[in-house]
């Protein structure tokens, strides 16, 4: 298990911008692939972008394409969520999580990711 704390989430004006960090803490995060997750009010969560565990590879949602940027540092065990022309259907609890598997691939899919942060409220307003 690995301990994911998110931060920089905010209230901000449709267009605007936000970046989304997620500190990592235990050992190995450099081996593993990264994703943002999102929960809307009233739904379920859904996939917002992910990252190859060495950073080389990325793969987004298509509502968010053109629009995120997910980077990692594994120097710093960090993940980031760059969020340009932020829209309000983008308002969600935003999370970070790691993938299961060492060195594995990215995955769209929840369920194959083991660690979880707490989330970040981020709200777009019209």
């Not at 994911?4 to 267009?15: F, I, K």
């Amino acid at each position: 298990q690995m301990q994911l704390v998110e931060s920089g989430g905010g209230l901000v004006q449709a267009g605007g911008s936000l970046r989304l960090s997620c500190v990592a803490s235990g050992r190995g995060f450099s081996n593993y692939a990264m994703g943002w997750f999102r929960q809307p009010p009233g739904k379920e969560r859904e996939f917002v972008a992910a990252i190859y565990w060495s950073g080389t590879s990325t793969v987004y949602a298509d509502s968010v394409k053109g629009r995120f940027t997910i980077s990692k540092d594994n120097a710093k065990n960090m993940v980031y969520l760059q969020m340009n022309s932020l829209k309000p259907e983008d308002t969600a609890v935003y999370y970070c999580a790691r993938r299961l598997g060492y060195r594995g691939s990215w995955s769209t899919r929840s369920y194959e990711y083991d660690s979880w942060g707490q989330g970040t409220q981020v709200t777009v307003s019209s």
